[in-house]
């Protein structure tokens, strides 16, 4: 789930990006009116804080993680290996 939400947040963060940027705006503006009043530079700064919102939700929601193997010594033999969590 919070791998779509970072999907999610880093899609609105582009967009919004985009909505800043002059060739855009006019196209975003049509689409969504309230923005009209919103100065470019801002639509720029909170879409840049949403697509890194949304990455650091991607990053965080790594379900490959392996736990740590720490092995188990009988004298100078290994016999098996612990998992360690991290």
């Not at 963060?13 to 689409?31: C, P, Q, T």
């Not at 919102?53 to 612990?82: C, D, H, N, T």
Request: hydrophobic share 50%; charged share 20%.
């Amino acid at each position: 789930m919070k791998k779509v939400g970072g999907y999610i947040l880093s899609l609105l963060g582009i967009l919004a990006v985009l909505s800043g940027v002059k060739g855009f705006n006019e196209i975003a503006v049509k689409m969504l009116p309230f923005l009209s009043g919103v100065p470019n530079i801002y639509l720029i700064i909170i879409g840049g804080v949403l697509v890194i919102l949304g990455v650091v939700f991607l990053k965080g929601s790594g379900r490959g993680r392996q736990l740590a193997e720490v092995p188990i010594y009988e004298g100078k033999r290994v016999v098996g290996y612990r998992r360690n969590k991290r």
